[in-house]
Each structure stands twice: as C-alpha cells, then as structure tokens.
C-alpha cells in the first residue's frame, strides 16, 4: 500500500483534486490501472468503511470520499484490463415501500459502486413487486433493502417472502439494513444478511459474491 499512500490521504480526505492528480501521475508513472483500482482505491474504502464504523469518520467525509473514488474511477475507467466496474456482480438497492428516507441507502449505494458492484437504484417508496422485478430483469447476485421507519421493517419481509416464493434468492442474496434493523430482524424475516453501516454492508454484499466470483 506504500506506494498508494497518497492517493490513501487524500480518498480518505475527500481531496478530490489532488487525488485525482494522484491517480493521474500513478498512470504515468506505468502503475498498473487495476492495482490502482483494486489496492489504491478498493483498499482504502475499506479503510474508510472501517473509521466510519469507529466514528473516526463521518457521513459528509464518506461521501466525499466516495465521491473521490467516483471521480478516480473514471479517469482508470478506460485503462482496466477488463471491465472491474460491475465486476464484483449486480445490486439492486431502495428504500422499501413508504419509507422516504434515502441519506443511508444513497450512501450504502455508493460503497457497493467502489466495492465494485453495477447498482442499480430505485429510488425510495419502492414495493415488493419491484424489487422482484428489477432482480428478476437484471439477473442480480444481491438484493438490498433499506428501511428507516418501524412502520416500514413490515415491507422488508413482503419483500423476502415474494423474493422467495419467486425461487429469485437461490441466486440474489437479499441484504437488509438501516436505523432500526437489526441481525435478529434479518434472521427473523429469512433475510441473506444484515449490516449496521455502509462499509460493513459493501463488506457483506462482496463477502456474498465472493464464491461465485471469476475475474473478469
Ligand atoms: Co425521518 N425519521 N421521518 N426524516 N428521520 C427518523 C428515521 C426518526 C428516527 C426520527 C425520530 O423520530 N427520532 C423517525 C423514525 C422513528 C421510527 O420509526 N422508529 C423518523 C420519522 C418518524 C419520520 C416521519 C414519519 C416524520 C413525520 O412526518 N412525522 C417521516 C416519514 C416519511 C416517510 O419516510 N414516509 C420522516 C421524514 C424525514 C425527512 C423526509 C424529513 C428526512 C429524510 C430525508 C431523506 O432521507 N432524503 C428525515 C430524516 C433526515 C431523519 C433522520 C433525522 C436522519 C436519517 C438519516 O438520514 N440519517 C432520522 C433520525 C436519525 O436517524 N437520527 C429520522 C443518516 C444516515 C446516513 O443514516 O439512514 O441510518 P441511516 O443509514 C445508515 C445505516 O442505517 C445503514 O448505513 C447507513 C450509513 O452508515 N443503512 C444500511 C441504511 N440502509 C442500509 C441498508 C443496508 C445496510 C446498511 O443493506 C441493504
């Protein structure tokens, strides 16, 4: 990692310009793009996700770290070996139906897409049918629920048991999270798997995939 730890200071102080001069003077200096990728930048999210969940950092940080890595990605984009981006497979994310609450899932997005993952996002209010339609129409290898509001965990477990009665879970894993969600909610509801933050549920969602993962 030595030889990314300026690109490690700045992600992880959202100094998206100096990283992205980083990133640009690591290329030309005949740095390979996928071990930016995957040591400079994947690595240091990690990091990231974990001083989020020490409180080290907080919520504007990770997104502006987030954003840096958005922005870093781009310029490595055309120099990958193979497409990475989407690499670590599909996620279909929102924020199950009647929760309007979208800070957590926006961000929980934005980990999944430096861990790697092609997301797609619908938005907030969404109902079980479509989760179950966007799984079943991209094929995809995690499925993840956001819920803010008590009122609205209900949601979380129509949408598992349609999921299921669908047989769409042998393959999407069904990740759920957000403020009042806890592992026993998910163990209760059937659900694949619970994290408490953004960097742990990019953790989870890769930890999922990991087995069916081939490389390019
Ligand atoms: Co509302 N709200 N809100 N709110 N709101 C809460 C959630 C509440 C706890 C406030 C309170 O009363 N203390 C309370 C819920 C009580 C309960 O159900 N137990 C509440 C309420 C009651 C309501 C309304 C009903 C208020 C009303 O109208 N009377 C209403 C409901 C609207 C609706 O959804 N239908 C409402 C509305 C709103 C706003 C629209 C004003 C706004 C949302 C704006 C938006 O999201 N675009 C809002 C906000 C901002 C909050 C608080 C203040 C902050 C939520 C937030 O963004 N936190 C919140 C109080 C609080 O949490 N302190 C509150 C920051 C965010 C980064 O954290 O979302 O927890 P969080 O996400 C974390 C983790 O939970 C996790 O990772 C994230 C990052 O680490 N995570 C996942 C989230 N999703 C995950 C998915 C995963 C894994 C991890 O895997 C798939």
Redesign the pocket.
């Known amino acids: 990692m030595s030889k990314f730890l300026n690109i490690q200071n700045h992600l992880i102080a959202g100094e998206i310009n100096e990283l992205i001069l980083d990133v640009k003077e690591a290329l030309s200096k005949g740095v390979n793009a996928d071990e930016i990728l995957n040591t400079g930048l994947i690595g240091t999210m990690d990091i990231v996700g974990e001083k ?1 969940q020490s409180g080290e950092m907080f ?1 504007p940080e ?1 997104l502006m770290a987030a954003h840096g890595m958005k922005a870093a990605v781009e310029i490595l984009k055309p120099k990958l070996s193979c497409d990475k981006i989407g690499s670590a497979g599909k996620l279909v ?1 929102g ?1 199950v139906k ?8 926006n ?2 997005m934005l980990m999944m897409e430096s861990a790697g993952f092609q997301v797609i996002d619908l938005g ?2 969404v109902p079980a049918e479509t989760f179950l339609k966007a799984v079943e129409e991209n094929d995809a290898d995690i499925l ?9 965990m209900p949601m979380m477990q129509k949408t598992v048991e349609l999921v299921k009665e669908k047989g769409l879970n042998k393959k999407a894993k069904i ?7 806890s592992q026993g909610f998910a163990d209760k509801i059937g659900a694949d798997g ?8 990019s953790k ?1 969602a890769r930890s999922l995939v990991a087995a069916e993962q081939t490389g390019c």
């Not at 619970?194 to 549920?201: K, N, V």
């Open positions: 989020m919520i990770v994310i924020t009647g929760d309007l609450h979208d800070i957590g899932k961000l929980v907030v209010d993840a629920l956001s819920a803010l509001l008590t009122t609205t990740i759920v999270g957000g403020a009042p969600v619970f994290a408490p933050d953004a960097g742990a549920a989870l």
